[in-house]
């Protein structure tokens, strides 16, 4: 595990690591639930997400420069997984409006500690090999956000054909650090169909992340210019703190209200591969595999089938004669599925009696 009280090199020496970390989760259901979300489960390691994404933000910056957006039915759990990371590296979202908002907020409070912080914004459920790869796209985009004043997004080169991401069209080539290339955003792409995705990777079009970095100061320019429903509660954060804050301004997501509206995006290609863990299907890409292709997580087994998931609580799980299902057995429920319906799951949680998301 990297040393969090490791001393910060001089291209760090500005950085602050955001962890967006709220959400239940829903395609890993049920599993996943509202006290216990994806962020807490073994989906890419041996160790919850959550823990993953920060001992990668320790590698960055020291634990005071880390803050984790979480909803507050969240936060105890999340000191459960990580005893060592303090109080004050929590910021408790009041509740739920969307990312431009908790990430306008986070901009505005880090600003007032440190008026030249650039600011990392990560998923805590997202899958990043190798760590070195990671450290160098991220240092290479700082770069770029703190001095020419861009809001920079890491772009993944495709592997596959993929519907679930969305993607980042390149334009003009910038000047960047070592090794990473850099490109002013010529526009983004919403998740394609089929045909659509393969054209894009023909074209060297990008996976959009979602991972973001940029000075604070620019992205509350940026916010104030582009979504000026948002910025008009400035005023009440500044006068009445971050409870009022959430309850006047409006839900929006923060690639919609700024980044395909800003004149200031930049992309840089990742030196890692990444994986946002998005669904059950995912972790046959994410985990090991046994001889027939099975992914099997907990007391489960596969006899006579090959390519399914399986994911157990504490129940002995056994697959004869099938192939390509996913089957989840957790919290007194089993799910059983085709992998290829796996990133459908919503659909069956809102005609499900009860079903939450």
Same mark, same amino acid.
Request: proline content about 6%.
């Given at each position: ?38 962020? #807490? ?18 590698? #960055? ?29 929590? #910021?408790?979202?009041?509740?739920? %409006? ?13 600003? %007032? ?234 659909? #069956? ?9």
């Amino acid at each position: 595990m990297p040393d969090s009280n490791k001393s910060s090199t001089t291209a760090d020496s500005a950085l602050w690591i955001q962890v967006l970390a709220g959400g239940i989760g829903s395609r890993f259901w049920p599993a996943s639930t509202a006290d216990r979300p994806k962020q #807490l489960l073994p989906l890419a390691s041996g160790q919850p997400l959550i823990v993953d994404t920060v001992e990668r933000a320790r590698s #960055l910056v020291p634990d005071e420069r880390i803050r984790v957006l979480a909803g507050r039915h969240l936060v105890e759990p999340f000191r459960g997984a990580l005893p060592n990371l303090p109080s004050s590296s929590y #910021l408790v979202e009041p509740r739920a %409006r969307g990312t431009c908002p908790v990430l306008a907020w986070a901009a505005w409070e880090l600003e %007032r500690l440190d008026p030249d912080a650039v600011l990392v914004s990560l998923h805590s459920d997202h899958l990043i090999r190798p760590l070195d790869g990671f450290l160098e796209t991220v240092r290479a985009a700082a770069v770029l956000a703190s001095t020419q004043d861009l809001l920079v997004t890491v772009g993944v080169e495709p592997d596959r054909v993929e519907t679930g991401y969305g993607h980042i069209q390149p334009g003009e080539e910038l000047e960047s650090t070592g090794s990473t290339p850099a490109y002013r955003v010529a526009a983004f792409h919403e998740k394609p169909d089929a045909v659509t995705a393969a054209r894009y990777m023909e074209a060297g079009y990008l996976w959009n992340t979602g991972i973001f970095v940029w000075k604070a100061s620019v992205f509350l320019d940026e916010v104030r210019r582009h979504a000026p429903e948002v910025a008009a509660c400035f005023d009440t954060l500044e006068r009445e703190g971050a409870e009022a804050f959430f309850e006047a301004t409006p839900v929006c997501v923060v690639d919609t209200a700024i980044m395909e509206r800003t004149r200031r995006a930049a992309t840089v290609k990742a030196a890692f591969a990444w994986d946002d863990v998005g669904s059950w299907e995912a972790l046959s890409r994410t985990r090991p595999t046994d001889q027939g292709g099975n992914v099997l997580e907990g007391p489960a087994q596969v006899v006579d089938g090959q390519r399914n998931v399986v994911y157990s609580d504490d129940s002995k799980t056994v697959l004869w004669g099938v192939d390509d299902l996913v089957v989840v057995v957790a919290n007194g429920t089993t799910l059983v599925m085709p992998r290829e319906r796996a990133a459908d799951l919503k659909k #069956l949680l809102a005609e499900l009696e009860g079903g939450q998301e």
